[in-house]
């Protein structure tokens, strides 16, 4: 494992990636930012008001027109590529704006589901990156890219998760696989109701400038920390 290529990114921290990672997938970062919540919230919750609305313009904004140039916009069309890249057929697992806006078409609308989903969701239609978050106190060290190895379980002491195979493509901490790319991270390690601490992250890929990557980032930070203020 390298801590090479690891930095300061505006408001947020280029995590590491192992050398046998960095080698294939040069171009590919994770970028990850902290969130302390001076005051628990419901995460897991109803969504306040404004946050309901900003969904229902959200999915006024992606129609069955809209859905169908998705996959011909730039920011989409790079997930699409990297993910036949490492092996994904985005037309089986689709990406994750993929994956939403098609729920968006069966249900109608972009449903509130809860505090923390309903804001990692906002800022993925905005952005078309997708967020992911960890309770950071669950963490042992900072996040990074490596290679799974044969046997091993997402998780902290989790023996109902499934082994892993070899050379898996997961995100990490200093001990553990907590997610594989692209895929919900760990259940144990994943943000309770009344957490206070937060590790959000996102993926970049080739063809998804930093500044999308930081604002999908920013957007997420900002509304948390301002729906624990009360604003």
């Given at each position: 494992m390298n801590g090479a290529g690891a930095g300061e990114s505006g408001g947020s921290t280029v995590g590491w990636c192992a050398p046998e990672v960095s080698e294939t997938f040069p171009e590919l970062r994770i970028v990850t930012c902290e969130v302390r919540l001076e005051r628990a919230l419901s995460l897991t919750g109803s969504s306040p008001p404004a946050l309901k609305e900003r969904l229902r313009e959200l999915s006024n904004r992606w129609a069955g027109a809209q859905a169908i140039?998705?996959?011909s916009q730039p920011v989409p069309a790079a997930y699409r590529v990297f993910f036949r890249h490492i092996g994904l057929d985005p037309d089986v697992q689709r990406t994750p704006l993929e994956e939403a806006v098609m729920r968006r078409l069966i249900d109608g609308g972009f449903l509130p589901r809860g505090l923390l989903e309903d804001v990692l969701?906002?800022?993925?239609?905005d952005t078309g990156v997708a967020v992911w978050a960890l309770d950071a106190g669950t963490l042992d060290g900072p996040l990074?890219?490596?290679?799974?190895?044969?046997?091993?379980?997402l998780g902290r002491d989790d023996a109902k998760a499934p082994e892993l195979q070899a050379g898996q493509l997961v995100v990490a901490d200093a001990s553990r696989a907590?997610?594989?790319l692209f895929?919900?991270?760990?259940?144990?390690h994943c943000p309770r109701a009344d957490s206070?601490?937060?590790?959000?992250?996102?993926?970049?890929?080739p063809g998804v400038s930093t500044l999308h990557v930081e604002e999908a980032l920013w957007s997420c930070r900002t509304t948390l920390q301002s729906l624990a203020q009360g604003l």
């Amino acid at each position: 494992m390298n801590g090479a290529g690891a930095g300061e990114s505006g408001g947020s921290t280029v995590g590491w990636c192992a050398p046998e990672v960095s080698e294939t997938f040069p171009e590919l970062r994770i970028v990850t930012c902290e969130v302390r919540l001076e005051r628990a919230l419901s995460l897991t919750g109803s969504s306040p008001p404004a946050l309901k609305e900003r969904l229902r313009e959200l999915s006024n904004r992606w129609a069955g027109a809209q859905a169908i140039m998705l996959r011909s916009q730039p920011v989409p069309a790079a997930y699409r590529v990297f993910f036949r890249h490492i092996g994904l057929d985005p037309d089986v697992q689709r990406t994750p704006l993929e994956e939403a806006v098609m729920r968006r078409l069966i249900d109608g609308g972009f449903l509130p589901r809860g505090l923390l989903e309903d804001v990692l969701l906002a800022a993925l239609v905005d952005t078309g990156v997708a967020v992911w978050a960890l309770d950071a106190g669950t963490l042992d060290g900072p996040l990074g890219l490596r290679l799974s190895s044969a046997g091993e379980r997402l998780g902290r002491d989790d023996a109902k998760a499934p082994e892993l195979q070899a050379g898996q493509l997961v995100v990490a901490d200093a001990s553990r696989a907590l997610a594989l790319l692209f895929a919900a991270p760990a259940r144990r390690h994943c943000p309770r109701a009344d957490s206070r601490r937060l590790a959000l992250f996102s993926l970049q890929v080739p063809g998804v400038s930093t500044l999308h990557v930081e604002e999908a980032l920013w957007s997420c930070r900002t509304t948390l920390q301002s729906l624990a203020q009360g604003l």
